[in-house]
């Protein structure tokens, strides 16, 4: 039986993460984008570099990600799903069996980052993020998963941020403009955006005040349980003004550095954003598969604005089409959703390698005639996204709030590790 560990570690450039469904994707269509924009070249060669040599092709090694990705995800249902139908066992005994080796390799992946032997801090309040002393176990923990360089020493307080209109934390320079194929990719692409020392604070004050979570959930009438590839939490909501008995899962008003965040998103692109959704990538077998962020309670050609923090990580983007099948450009006519009829062209179309500090802003009809995502990598250290968005109805906020905080019980980043309660809190 191959290990999936394996198959992965083979899988370099143009590897894909696993399949979720819970975005709802939708296929469509496209036909090959110029690529003569100077900027983009060049984000395309820095991918490159990033990306590992392959003796596989890129479409073969696309390929066996996405198949791994969703044994592995099988698997992982199997093991997960409580009940699991006794002729799926005994039709699949050999799934079983992967089902447990992939759960051990992610046994390892928690091990390397902490156990749960220590107790959870349970409100999200502002006191919560006042870091105390670092255990030195801990920090050989940290720095054998990469996460070292978080701390400056034994003793650290976690700093909250602030940000500020034209204050220094952040800069516009390197502010660059992506229009492809008449407005279908229309992308705000800033490098370096948040300065080093403030992305640095952002970054350690979210891995170490936050609860994280893990999301479990059911894919739509079926029996695969999902075990989402990376951590998430998000804040905000809706502005219908519904009751908080409208949530089951309560929504939470965005903390002071994210609300000033979101003024300096809502500043530079005239959008209004009510939401986030944040992301942890632990290593580089996290990750978040081919998606359009194109759900109806987004609204029609939404703006989604993305902050990237920690390691680098391609960004890969593809048309919503068929290789080599013609679709004439849009038209600023054109309603959105109008191409979702087809498959994704199989191959990236655009990559980008997303840095420490970058500002992506995806519009106009870049999440109808796009879908993204992050592949997983052989190697990667931490890396925090977070994805302001506007959410127009009560519906919405509850899909985030199920999809990002629901499942599971919350993780914690204590003493440089991170610890999931059993019991759910
Ligand atoms: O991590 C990223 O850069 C992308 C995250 C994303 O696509 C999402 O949360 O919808
Ligand atoms: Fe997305």
């Known amino acids: 039986m191959r290990d999936l560990r394996d198959l992965m570690g083979k899988i370099t450039a143009g590897a894909s993460g696993e399949v979720e469904s819970a975005k709802g994707r939708t296929g469509a269509t496209s036909h090959s984008s110029p690529a003569n924009d100077a900027d983009l070249e060049r984000a395309l060669e820095l991918s490159e570099q990033e990306a590992r040599v ?11 990600a996405l198949a791994a990705s969703m044994e592995q995800e099988q698997w992982q249902g199997v093991k997960l799903k409580s009940g699991t139908p006794a002729g799926y066992k005994r039709k699949h005994p050999e799934a079983i069996e992967r089902s447990e080796r992939a759960d051990g390799t992610r046994r390892k992946i928690d091990e390397a ?11 999200d309040d502002a006191s919560a993020w006042r870091h105390g002393d670092v255990d030195p176990k801990a920090e050989l923990k940290q720095e054998s998963a990469g996460l070292a360089p978080l701390f400056g020493g034994s003793k650290s307080t976690i700093e909250v941020p602030t940000f500020s209109s034209g204050g220094p934390e952040t800069s516009d320079s390197a502010m660059t403009t992506i229009n492809k194929l008449n407005g279908s990719l229309d992308l705000l692409y800033c490098k370096g955006w948040i300065v080093p020392e403030a992305r640095r604070k952002l970054f350690r004050w979210m ?14 009438n079926s029996n695969i349980t999902i075990r989402t590839p990376r951590l998430t939490t998000t804040f905000g909501r809706d502005d219908t003004g519904a009751p908080d008995s409208a949530y089951p ?6 903390p002071k550095p994210l609300a000033e965040l979101k003024a300096l998103l809502e500043h530079l692109t005239g959008s209004y954003f009510n939401t986030v959704i944040i992301n942890l990538y632990l290593d580089g077998s996290d990750s978040i598969s081919y998606h359009s962020d194109d759900e109806a309670f987004l609204g029609s ?21 068929p290789a080599g099948v013609d679709v004439p450009a849009a ?3 054109q309603p ?17 390698a997303l840095a420490d500090g970058d500002l992506l802003i995806m519009r106009g009809r870049s999440q109808a005639d796009y879908e993204h995502a992050i592949p997983k990598r052989k190697e990667a250290g931490p890396r925090i996204n977070l994805t302001f968005r506007r959410v127009t109805n009560v519906k919405g906020t509850n899909n985030f709030q199920r999809y990002n905080r629901g499942g599971v019980a919350e993780s914690r980043f204590i003493n440089g590790k991170m610890i999931e309660a059993s019991g759910g809190l």
């Open 207 to 220: 891995l170490n005040g936050l609860a994280w979570h893990r999301v479990v959930y059911t894919r739509p």
């Open 336 to 352: 959105s959703g109008t191409k979702g009829v087809g498959p994704a062209a199989s191959r990236p179309t655009e990559k980008f």
């Open 54 to 64: 392959s003796a596989m092709s890129e479409e073969e090694a696309l390929e066996a």
């Open 113 to 123: 980052v902490g156990d749960a032997s220590k107790p959870l801090r349970s409100s």
């Open 301 to 321: 050609l939404p703006t989604i604005a993305s902050i990237s923090l920690g390691a680098t990580r391609d960004f890969f983007m593809r048309r919503k089409a």
């Open 331 to 333: 038209r600023a006519d």
């Open 249 to 254: 899962i309560k929504p939470r008003p965005f």
